[in-house]
């Protein structure tokens, strides 16, 4: 059965340094998000993407974040400068419908000290 | 704005007890609502949905039924098992914004043989 993997699968870097969060979708989708979920907390939204642009972020999504499908593979989450705050469990969905039924990773777990 | 809240956990149960998860929402309109179970080491994996009023869901003797007098979709099994063990998580979602999903925090399950 098609699943979406992430890469890695646990993260740790020092706070100010980039990192770049991977995500391989299912072959055949078109939309694509980003969740985190810090520890304890709710599942948030970060971003969708659909065509090749956002079509949505939420107020987490700042200029500190991008995303990116450098190919017709894989679909990134880079954070530029990396907060304590940025520590927390980050999830990539896809799907084929865009109406909710989405398609989750197993996460990177991000650590940032 | 949309949100959902869920029961806390954690739930331990004994094989073969009922289960019910509760999860409430607010929102506008006519959104769908989910339900998504995490197993250990994997990702997000939808387990049932409802896309209208009095709706059910359901899934691997897994049912919700979508209120909307009480703005609810509780998760319910009459007989859980220790595969069943997992974490589940309450979602919101509407198709017109390209399927940017509203979490709760989740609630782990752990059913003891």
Partial sequence: ?113 | GDSVTQMEGPVTLSEEAFLTINCTYTATGYPSLFWYVQYPGEGLQLLLKATKADDKGSNKGFEATYRKETTSFHLEKGSVQVSDSAVYFCALGRGSTLGRLYFGRGTQLTVWP
């Avoid at chain 1, 642009?53 to 990134?76: A, H, L, M, Y």
């Avoid at chain 1, 907060?83 to 927390?88: G, P, Y």
């Avoid at chain 1, 084929?96 to 777990?109: A, I, K, S, V």
Wanted: proline content about 4%; charged content about 20%; glycine content about 8%.
């Fill in chain 1, 1 to 113: 059965e098609p699943e979406v993997t992430q890469t890695p699968s646990h993260q740790v870097t020092q706070m100010g340094q980039e990192v770049i969060l991977r995500c391989v979708p299912i072959s055949n989708h078109l939309y694509f998000y980003w969740y985190r979920q810090i520890l304890g907390q709710k599942v948030e939204f970060l971003v969708s993407f659909y065509n090749n642009e956002i079509s949505e972020k939420s107020e987490i999504f700042d200029d500190q974040f991008s995303v990116e499908r450098p190919d017709g593979s894989n679909f990134t989450l880079k954070i530029r400068s990396t907060k304590l705050e940025d520590s927390a469990m980050y999830f990539c969905a896809s799907s084929g419908t865009g109406d909710g039924e989405q398609y989750f990773g197993p996460g990177t777990r991000l650590t940032v000290t």
